[in-house]
C-alpha cells in the first residue's frame, strides 16, 4: 500500500518535471540526460571526426598521387595512416552507431528513455576527452603514434614514440565508453520494451544492436586487457609481448584480433538493421523473413568471435588451425548471404521510390556484396598469402567499411532526420551527394583492388612507377569522395536550421512502418512517457509474410 | 517505477559481471596461448623445454636434414652463428650441434636465444634434450664459447617433412634477469 503510493507520487512528480523542455545553453548538453540530446551529440562528434580523419585520408592519398615525396614525410604519412584508420574506427562509425541506437531504440520499442540515463551523459562524454588525448599526441615532442590502428607489438612497445602512452590511456577512455552505452542499451532492450512488445515484435534495428552490445560486452575488454598488456610492457617490466623477456610478439595479434575481429561486426551489424528499416519503407513491403534475419545476426555475431586467426594466416599457425579458421570464416557468408537475398527478396515486385536513403541503401547492397565477395577470397589461406598487407585489403574493408557501414549511417540520417528535425531535406541535393559520393567511392577504391592483385603494399608512403596511373585514379576519386561530404554537412545543417523545406508529417514517408512514425514530426523532447498500448505495438511491428 | 529500478541494477550487475569476466578473460589469453604452443609446438615453444628420448628406436630408412639459422636481436654486437650450416640426422637419433658466441659489447652481458622452429608442422618433432637455449647465458666482456644443443628429430614425424630449419634469435635479457646468474652448463670456453 505505501510502496504503491510512494510510486504514485514518483510518476506524478514525474510528469511535473516533463513539463520542463531542456534547460538552456551549453548547461542543456554538458549536463543532459535525455537520449535525444544524446543522440544529438554522439552523431555531432562523428560527423565533426570524420572531417577530420577524411582531411587526414585526402592527406595520405595526396602523398600517394606520385611515387616519391608529395606532401608528407615517411614518419608523419604513418602518423596520418594511423589516425585515419584509429579515428575512422572509433571516433566515426563507432560512436554514430551509438548516436542512432540512443535516438532511436527507446522510440522503436516504446520506452520514454535510456535505462540509465546518467550513465548515458557519462559515456557520451567520455569520448571528447578520449579524442583531444589522442589528437594532443601531435602537439608533443616525438612522433604521435605511427604503427597503423592495429597498434602491433613490437611497433607499439619497444619501437613506439613517448607518446603512445596518451594512446594507450584514450583507447581505455574509448572502451569504457562503449562498454558503457552498451550495457545502456542492453538494460533498455531488455527492461524498458513497452509491455505490448515482446522479442519478435523488435524492429530489426533493435535487434541488430542488442546483438552488437553483447558483441561490444564480450570483446572491448578484451581491448582494455591488450592496451594494459602494452602500457606494463612500455613501463612495469612485464614482457607479454617481448621474446627476450619469454613473451612473444604473435600473442600481441591473438589478443587484438580476438576483439578486432569481432569489432568488425559491431561495426556494420547496425548498419544491417538500419537496411533492414529503410528497405521495406520504400519497397513499400514487409521486410522479407524477419525471423531469418534475427537468427542470421545472432549466427554472424557467434561466428565472428571464433575467426580471429584469419588475419593472421601467415604468422605460421599449425595447418589445422588455418583450416577451421578459414572454413569459419566462409561459414560467415551463409548468414550474410541469408541477409542479401532477404533485402533482394523485399525489394522482389516492390513499389519502389528511389528517394535519397533507399539510394544508399541500395548503393550499400551492390557494394557491401563486392566487399563481402573479396572478403571471401582473402579468407582463402593460400591466397591469402598472396593478398595479405597489400592493398587488395585495403580495398576489401574499405568496400565493407566505407560503402557498408558508413553508408548506412548517411542513409539511417536521411532517413530518420525528418523526425529528428521536423523538416524535409532538400531531396535534390540528396541526390547529388548519393552519385557523387558512389562515383567517388568507387574510383576511390575500386582501382585498389588491381594495385593489390599487382604487388602493391599497404602503409608506404612511396611505391613502384608502375603502380602510378591507378594511384591517381584513386586519389583524385578520394577528393570526389571527400568533398561531396560537403553537400552532407551542408544538406544536415540546412534540415537542422533552416525553414526553407516544408515541415515533416509524423510518418514521413509513405512506407514507414514503426512507434517512431507514430509520434509527432520533430519527435518532442519527451517521448512515450505512458508506453504504447497494444494495438498501437501491433500495428508498428515488423509485419510478417 | 522503483520495481523497474531494481531489475535495472540487477541486470547491470550481471553485464558489469560478464565485463569483468572478459577483461580477466584477456590476461587469460596468455598462459593458454603458452599452454596451446607447446601442446602444438607453435613457434617452436615446444623446444623451450627438455625432453626424454626414452624408448625411442632410430629409423635409419629415412634422414632429414636440419639447417640451422642465427639471427641477432636489434644489431645486438655479437657474434653468434652454429658452427655447422646444417646437420643430416636420421629420426630417433641424437646429435650435438655447437653454436659459436662471442661477446663484443666491450662490457659484460646476459643474452638468451630464443628458438623458432620451420616447418611448423615440424615443430612438435624436432626435440631437445639439452639446450643453451633452456637458460640465460651470462658472457664477460669479449667472452667467446660454443654452446651445445642436443637433439633429436621423433621418429612420429610426417614422412613429408625432409627439411628442417632451426633458428636462434639472440636477445640482450638485461632488462630481464633470472636468478641462476653464470649460468654456463655445458659450455666449452674459447
Avoid at chain 1, 62 to 91: A, D, R, S, Y
Avoid at chain 1, 307 to 323: I, S, Y
Avoid at chain 2, 69 to 80: D, I, K, N, S, V
Wanted: hydrophobic residues 50%; aromatic residues 16%; neutral net charge.
Amino acid at each position: 500500500m505505501t510502496d504503491q503510493h510512494i510510486a504514485t507520487q514518483d510518476n506524478d512528480h514525474h510528469d511535473h518535471d516533463s513539463h520542463h523542455g531542456p534547460a538552456k545553453g551549453w548547461r542543456r548538453w554538458l549536463f543532459t540526460t535525455n537520449h535525444k540530446d544524446i543522440g544529438t551529440l554522439y552523431l555531432t562528434l562523428s560527423f565533426i571526426l570524420m572531417f577530420v580523419a577524411g582531411t587526414m585520408a585526402l592527406l595520405v592519398r595526396t602523398e600517394l598521387f606520385e611515387p616519391g615525396k608529395v606532401l608528407l614525410n615517411p614518419e608523419f604519412f604513418n602518423q596520418m595512416t594511423t589516425f585515419h584508420g584509429l579515428i575512422m574506427v572509433f571516433g566515426v562509425i563507432m560512436p554514430a552507431m551509438a548516436g542512432l541506437a540512443n535516438w532511436m531504440i527507446p522510440m522503436m520499442i516504446g520506452a520514454q528513455d535510456m535505462a540509465l540515463p546518467r550513465l548515458n551523459n557519462w559515456s557520451f562524454w567520455l569520448l571528447p576527452f578520449a579524442f583531444t588525448m589522442l589528437m594532443s599526441t601531435f602537439l608533443m615532442s616525438g612522433n604521435a603514434p605511427d604503427f597503423g590502428w592495429t597498434f602491433y607489438a613490437p611497433l607499439s612497445t619497444t619501437y613506439a614514440p613517448k607518446s603512445t602512452d596518451f594512446f594507450i590511456f584514450s583507447v581505455h577512455l574509448m572502451g569504457l565508453s562503449s562498454i558503457l552505452a552498451a550495457l545502456n542499451i542492453v538494460v533498455t532492450i531488455f527492461n524498458m520494451r513497452a509491455p505490448a512488445m515482446t522479442w519478435m515484435k523488435l524492429p530489426m534495428f533493435v535487434w541488430s544492436w542488442l546483438v552488437t552490445a553483447f558483441l561490444l560486452l564480450a570483446v572491448m575488454p578484451v581491448l582494455a586487457g591488450c592496451v594494459t598488456m602494452m602500457l606494463m610492457d612500455r613501463h612495469f617490466g612485464t614482457s607479454f609481448f617481448n621474446a627476450a623477456g619469454g613473451g612473444d610478439p604473435v600473442l600481441f595479434q591473438h589478443v587484438f584480433w580476438f576483439f578486432g575481429h569481432p569489432e568488425v561486426y559491431i561495426l556494420i551489424l547496425p548498419g544491417f538493421g538500419v537496411i533492414s528499416s529503410i528497405i521495406p519503407t520504400f519497397s513499400r513491403k514487409p521486410l522479407f523473413g524477419y525471423h531469418a534475419m534475427v537468427y542470421a545476426t545472432v549466427i554472424i555475431a557467434l561466428l565472428g568471435l571464433v575467426v580471429w586467426v584469419h588475419h593472421m594466416f601467415t604468422t605460421g599457425a599449425p595447418m589445422d588451425a588455418q583450416l577451421f579458421f578459414m572454413y569459419a570464416t566462409m561459414l560467415i557468408s551463409v548468414p550474410t548471404g541469408i541477409k542479401v537475398f532477404n533485402w533482394t527478396a523485399t525489394i522482389f515486385k516492390g513499389s519502389l521510390s528511389f528517394e535519397t536513403p533507399m539510394l544508399f541503401a541500395l548503393g550499400f547492397l551492390v557494394m557491401f556484396t563486392i566487399g563481402g565477395l573479396s572478403g571471401l577470397m582473402i579468407s582463402l589461406v593460400p591466397s591469402d598469402y598472396q593478398y595479405r598487407d597489400s592493398y587488395f585489403i585495403v580495398a576489401h574493408f574499405h568496400y565493407v567499411l566505407v560503402s557498408g557501414s558508413l553508408f548506412t549511417i548517411i542513409a539511417a540520417v536521411y532517413y530518420w532526420l525528418p523526425k529528428w528535425t521536423g523538416r524535409m531535406y532538400s531531396e535534390r541535393l540528396g541526390q547529388w551527394h548519393f552519385w557523387l559520393t558512389t562515383i567517388g567511392m568507387n574510383v576511390t577504391f575500386m582501382p585498389m583492388h588491381f594495385l593489390g592483385l599487382a604487388g602493391m603494399p599497404r602503409r608506404i608512403p612511396d611505391y613502384a612507377l608502375q603502380f602510378t596511373d591507378f594511384n591517381q585514379i584513386c586519389t583524385v576519386g578520394a577528393f570526389i569522395f571527400g568533398f561531396a561530404q560537403l553537400i552532407f554537412l551542408y544538406i544536415v545543417v540546412m534540415s537542422c536550421f533552416s525553414k526553407r523545406f516544408p515541415a515533416a508529417t509524423s510518418q514521413v514517408w509513405e512506407g514507414a512502418h514503426g512507434l517512431e512514425w507514430t509520434i509527432p514530426s520533430p519527435a518532442p523532447y519527451h517521448t512515450f512517457e505512458t508506453p504504447p498500448d497494444l494495438a498501437t505495438v501491433n500495428a508498428a511491428a515488423p509485419q510478417l509474410e | 517505477m522503483s520495481n523497474h529500478q531494481k531489475s535495472h541494477k540487477r541486470l547491470t550487475l550481471i553485464l558489469v559481471c560478464g565485463v569483468l569476466l572478459m577483461f580477466g578473460f584477456a590476461y587469460m589469453l596468455v598462459p593458454l596461448y603458452k599452454l596451446i604452443c607447446q601442446k602444438e609446438g607453435i613457434n617452436g615453444r615446444s623446444g623451450a623445454t627438455a625432453s626424454s628420448m626414452a624408448g625411442l628406436s632410430i629409423d635409419t630408412t629415412r634422414t632429414i636434414k636440419v639447417t640451422f639459422l642465427t639471427t641477432l636481436h636489434q644489431h645486438l654486437p655479437f657474434t653468434f652463428k652454429p658452427v655447422k650450416p646444417f646437420l643430416l640426422i636420421h629420426p630417433g637419433e641424437r646429435k650435438l650441434i655447437y653454436f659459436y658466441a662471442e661477446n663484443k659489447t666491450g662490457h659484460d652481458m646476459t643474452v638468451q636465444a630464443v628458438p623458432s622452429i620451420t616447418p611448423g608442422d615440424a615443430a612438435r618433432f624436432l626435440k631437445k634434450t639439452e639446450c643453451f637455449c633452456f637458460t640465460q647465458q651470462y658472457f664477460f666482456k669479449g667472452e667467446k664459447a660454443d654452446m651445445p644443443v642436443y637433439f633429436f628429430v621423433d621418429p612420429a614425424i610426417p614422412s613429408s617433412i625432409k627439411e628442417i630449419t632451426l633458428s636462434y634469435t639472440l636477445f640482450d635479457v638485461g632488462d630481464f634477469l633470472k636468478k641462476q646468474q653464470h649460468f654456463t652448463k655445458g659450455r666449452i670456453d674459447l
